[in-house]
């Protein structure tokens, strides 16, 4: 017979259970208006990209232009992936990182001075996420997530002082080659490499941040050694990432490992473009080096992952379906196009790039909303599976 014991602790028991689910739906509640701060931050960021190409549209505040790389880079990315590791962490504090990276992004786009500062923070409170993961679990991949994340904080730092931006961008840019490469380190573990493997890597991306510190202190060879660093980083990923092996598969596993394996060769001509003495200066090169890594390499992994991040952030499915290649496909020719007229110094053919590129940009996030739409109508229309004996 159950005693009274026994059916307290089961009250008990569901009783916890009924708070934490309610918690839990909470914070995804909570969710949504951080990334919805995020995905603004990137139409905004589309749209000043398109200003800044030239093309004739109508300028709705006189700093959208200017504001491109920090909306890009702070608002959208920022936002995105302090959420990420927000979700991961499981702890409410980390949820002020994508909230300053999102909302801090905004208000410095309003004029606010506090904006950079309020992202700056965010990219602390990034680096003391992952530090709480690294003493967790002290793996190789972590601490070169949280590397990715320090280089964002010493970016925003000189973002912060003032510094244009050529000075700093390419610590945005170790931010952001050291993030993906370090989810994708966690995911290779599966293959056992030997430890001379993750030797080579961690000597690449050393090899790269040198270059990044040089140039920064004014060693005119700074973005060459940078150059070389990342091109080591791009052969690294294509010969010991798992998409070498998973792009045979079908469905969303070769989808994702197709956007991997792209953005992995934009990333090597971004690092041959600073290998060959390409300035870190405004111009055409500029264009084409900052697009190639940002773009071609940053987004390509943004496509793939989407719809492995939207279930996991916001719990939605997101089922795949063939026609995301559209986006990818628009995304990786239009960026040919603008590479190209960078190099021809084509102002025409850059212009129509750059048009493409917010297309395609578009094209996913309307192909996102579809996909999400269709996975939420499709788990309120299945009957649940019925049980045996019933």
């Excluded at 931050?41 to 006189?62: N, T």
């Amino acid at each position: 017979m159950e005693s009274h014991h026994d059916v307290g602790c089961g009250k008990t028991k569901i009783g916890g259970w009924l708070k934490r689910r309610a918690m839990n739906n909470i914070w995804i509640r909570i969710r949504f208006p951080l990334l919805g701060a995020g995905m603004f931050c990137l139409i905004a960021g589309v749209y000043a990209g398109l200003l800044r190409a030239g093309i004739g549209i109508p300028v709705p505040a006189q700093n959208l232009a200017a504001s491109h790389g920090a909306l890009m880079i702070g608002g959208f990315l920022g936002a995105v992936i302090g959420l990420e590791r927000a979700v991961a962490l499981g702890a409410p504090w980390g949820y002020a990182a994508p909230a300053l990276a999102g909302f801090g992004t905004l208000l410095f786009l309003a004029g606010a001075e506090i904006g950079a500062a309020a992202v700056t923070l965010s990219s602390l409170l990034l680096v003391a996420m992952y530090g709480v993961v690294l003493r967790r679990q002290p793996a190789f991949f972590n601490a070169v997530m949280t590397l990715g994340a320090a280089s964002w904080l010493v970016g925003n730092i000189y973002w912060l002082r003032g510094y244009p931006l050529p000075d700093f961008v390419m610590w945005w840019g170790l931010f952001i080659v050291l993030t993906i490469a370090g989810e994708r380190l966690e995911l290779s573990r599966f293959l056992q490499h030997p430890p001379r493997v993750n030797a080579l890597f961690a000597v690449f991306a050393a090899i790269a941040a040198a270059g990044i510190f040089a140039a920064a202190n004014g060693a005119a060879w700074g973005t060459r050694l940078t150059g070389a660093g990342v091109i080591l980083l791009s052969l690294w990923l294509l010969v010991y990432d798992v998409a070498r092996r998973t792009v045979k598969q079908e469905g969303l596993t070769r989808f994702v490992a197709v956007c991997l394996l792209l953005g992995y060769l934009w990333l090597a001509m971004a690092g041959a473009m600073l290998l060959g003495g390409t300035e870190l200066a405004p111009g055409y090169q500029y264009d084409a080096l900052l697009h190639s890594l940002f773009l071609g390499f940053a987004f390509s992994m943004i496509f793939g992952h989407a719809p492995i991040i939207f279930p996991a952030v916001l719990n939605l499915g997101v089922p795949f379906r063939p026609i995301f290649y559209l986006h990818v496909a628009v995304l990786h020719l239009s960026l040919l196009m603008r590479v190209g007229g960078d190099h021809a110094m084509s102002e025409t053919t850059r212009a129509a790039g750059a048009a493409l590129n917010g297309a395609a940009l578009l094209i996913f996030l309307i192909n996102t909303a579809l996909a999400v739409r269709a996975g939420f109508i499709s788990r309120r229309t299945v009957p649940p599976p019925r049980r045996e004996g019933a």
